[in-house]
């Protein structure tokens, strides 16, 4: 009997354990993030969702904030 409870324990260690490192693994493999300047939340890069002014590029959450950053770029690049 206790053998038994030992042994679920050592699964119960192990599949946490690896867990924890399929985890780690995958937070390594996040693409960087960058911050929409216009709302301020971090935005994976998107092409579809960038904007090029001055020769940097600038990500978004969505073609709204784009726009938007298009429109008046200065008012939101002065925030950064
Ligand atoms: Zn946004």
Redesign the pocket.
Known sequence: MRRSIVAILLIAVMTTASLTAFAQAKKAEKPEKVR?V????M?DKDPALSVKHNGDTYY???K??AEKFKKEPEKYRKKK
Not at 38 to 41: D, E, L, N, P, R
């Open positions: 929409d216009v709302c301020g939340i935005v978004f959450c969505s709204t904030d």
